[in-house]
């Protein structure tokens, strides 16, 4: 049986909690320095808030030191993974070689190592990785070409944002301002508008964001995923809101909880507890740029939110009237939008937030509707705002508030097994608690009580009273025993039966939570001089930049000595410096599967088209050359001159 994992984002400690409530099985979160977001950092005592709330259910808490390290931060990584070990983190997500030797926590090769080939997987499994974090863009058939080839866990996004480029190997930002998306700094260029030019100068395509993505939605191939290999179902968003991450966690735990149910032979979750009650989560209420499946078939569709690199929410209809007043005829606050909604049961509500394309321009304009009645919207002044532009609604006030309001509650099952003896005026209850993770509590006591007048009622009082929840456990009377000679019931109280719950409750609580083991947790790592047995697959490595047999490029972001010194043991002829050759003249600054030619019916293999000659990429004065490999489907962006 393989325990199947949901991996929630937090930004900080109380979004980490509330992920854990929703279904979480582990969270991935920052420590104090040297995570890929650096504007999501945290305290170890905040860390260490989370990793007591989570281990309560056996849920797991991930740190992220998953940016590059200096040779002058060596030490000051050390003595925060030693921080991490004491207060109770699980594991280390990790980008650098270098961590691997600075811990005994297990350690996770983070998203960042673009592993997405076989060669690849076993080269950081060498290493020790306990659990391989793969490439985004990638087909189930891939997937399951690694899951064939190494032993260790792997793990996979399925929900949120998407790098345009093959993660860890953006160097765009660092090109534009020296900010290094390697070092946590990334300015998102991949957002921005840029104009498509060819080879005579020509605008092709004039200001739209023509490397940015839609978000990832695989909710619905969950079970392909398992079927593939993957124990980790991975959900982007450390920078994203409370709100956003109880909506995601809540639908995607009741997925996996579904897939589990049908195939309790294959699969169960990785932590103890189910969720009940709370709200009832909508993936189309909270952020996102359209959704995609990516490259999980193998083939391509439509990638990109060219049109909309912000969230513009859910379709709602068209503006058929902007009714702005006049000065002095009414409060400026009071501008009327009129809205032919597509759907007539939609109802817009107060404090809604909206979204339209400026006519005439690829800008997205956003307002909030103070005041909602019916398919009219009263708001302040919306500039740009025309009849006739499509308007969605990207913050649903409504549901934000149903979120915040109303969370589940998370809870790990008790079975209580009761058995009575004795006789009247001298009755001997014994009350035995069993929780789903292993624990046990028992009540035993003398009860000097007559029998009660009505069995059936003190049965039913004994049952509905033990079968209530107490903290974090929900109890269940599953068994009653009446031993008694003649079949009778001691009388007792309400009040007196809660706290034979409770006193069980607090016998269950005092033990902890017992997990279920992490695999490959204990996976020895080995010794330097071991590394040599790996085959180094330098090509993969390198992302297809030539370089002599052996040699690392920048490509493998090497840049303090420990990370050298694994890839020299790993046989190694030469190894760059990871700002060596990506802050020069036609370095190639990223590499993907996405590809602009081919999302505008310009592909000559796939689509037909007449070859394109030389296309670039300009934005603010600067220019960036675009060349297709098309023997591997894949994109790159240089530095043009």
Not at 29 to 51: D, H, T, Y
Not at 52 to 72: E, K, P
Not at 202 to 215: P, Q
Not at 362 to 385: A, T
């Amino acid at each position: 049986m393989r325990e199947l994992e949901l991996l929630a984002p937090a930004r900080n400690a109380d979004i980490g909690i509330a992920a854990i409530g929703c279904g979480a099985d582990a969270v991935y979160i920052a420590g104090p320095k040297f995570g890929a977001r650096q504007a999501a950092g945290n305290s170890m005592p905040e860390l260490a808030r989370v990793c007591s709330y989570a281990h309560r259910f056996g849920a797991r808490v991930f740190m992220t030191l998953n940016t590059i390290l200096f040779d002058s931060e060596i030490e000051e990584a050390r003595e925060i993974l030693r921080q991490a070990e004491e207060i109770g983190v699980d594991a280390v997500i990790a980008q650098d070689p270098a961590v691997w030797r600075l811990t005994s926590l297990p350690v996770h090769a983070s998203t960042q190592c673009a592993i997405r080939t076989p060669g690849k997987a076993r080269m950081y499994e060498a290493l020790g990785a306990s659990r391989l974090v793969l490439e985004r863009q990638m087909s189930l058939n891939q997937i399951r070409a690694v899951s064939e080839t190494v032993g260790c866990e792997l793990e996979f996004f399925v929900h949120g944002a998407i790098c345009v480029c093959y993660s860890g190997q953006c160097y765009m930002s660092e090109s534009i301002c020296g900010r290094s998306a390697n070092r946590g700094e990334c300015i998102q260029a991949c957002r921005s508008n840029y104009d498509l030019i060819d080879g005579n100068g020509e605008t092709l395509v004039r200001s739209k964001a023509l490397l940015s993505l839609k978000d990832y939605n695989l909710i619905g191939r969950l079970g392909d995923l398992a079927d593939a290999g993957v124990s980790s179902f991975k959900i982007e968003g450390r920078l994203k809101n409370l709100t956003y991450v109880r909506n995601v966690v809540k639908a995607y735990s009741d997925a996996l909880d579904r897939i589990v149910d049908a195939r309790p032979d294959l699969y169960r979750r990785a932590s103890w507890g189910r969720i009940e009650g709370g709200f009832i989560p909508d993936l189309g209420k909270t952020f996102n740029r359209g959704y995609t499946e990516l490259y999980i078939d193998g083939s391509r569709r439509c990638w990109s939110s060219m049109d909309a690199p912000k969230s513009m929410g859910e379709k709602i209809g068209t503006v058929t009237s902007v009714d702005t007043p006049r000065p002095g005829k009414r409060p400026a606050a009071q501008t009327v939008v009129t809205v032919r909604l597509d759907d007539a049961s939609t109802r817009l509500g107060n404090g809604d937030g909206f979204s339209f394309v400026a006519r005439g321009r690829s800008e997205i304009i956003g307002f909030r509707g103070d005041v909602c009645q019916g398919d009219r919207i009263f708001c302040k002044d919306v500039p740009w705002l025309y009849k006739g532009a499509v308007l969605y609604r990207n913050m649903d006030a409504g549901f934000e508030k149903e979120v915040e309001n109303n969370p589940p509650r998370r809870l790990i099952s008790v079975s209580v097994k009761v058995s009575v003896d004795g006789t009247p005026g001298s009755y001997a209850l014994k009350a035995s608690a069993f929780s789903a993770d292993g624990r046990e509590s028992v009540f035993e006591g003398v009860l000097q009580n007559d029998a009660a007048n009505n069995l059936e009622r003190m049965e039913s009082l004994l049952k509905s009273q033990l079968s209530k929840s107490t903290d974090n456990l929900s109890f269940s009377a599953d068994g009653l025993e009446i031993k008694t000679a003649d079949g009778s019931l001691p009388i007792m109280s309400a009040s007196f039966i809660n706290g034979i719950r409770r006193e069980l409750a607090e016998g269950i609580g005092a033990q902890g939570c017992i997990p279920i083991p992490m695999p490959g947790s204990d996976r020895p790592r080995p010794e330097q001089e071991d590394l040599a047995k790996c085959i180094l697959p330098s090509e993969e490595i390198n992302d297809g930049e030539p370089a002599a047999s052996g040699a690392i490029t920048y490509k493998a972001n090497v840049a303090n000595m420990m990370a050298r010194k694994a890839y020299e043991a790993l046989g190694a002829a030469d190894v760059q410096d990871a700002y060596e050759i990506s802050h020069t003249e036609k370095a190639e600054l990223m590499r993907s599967r996405y590809c602009i030619r081919h999302e505008l019916g310009m592909c000559p293999v796939h689509q037909g088209a007449k070859a394109s000659g030389d296309l670039f990429l300009e934005n603010n004065g600067k220019r960036y050359a675009l060349r297709f490999d098309c023997r591997r489907c894949e994109m790159s962006l240089i530095k043009a001159e």
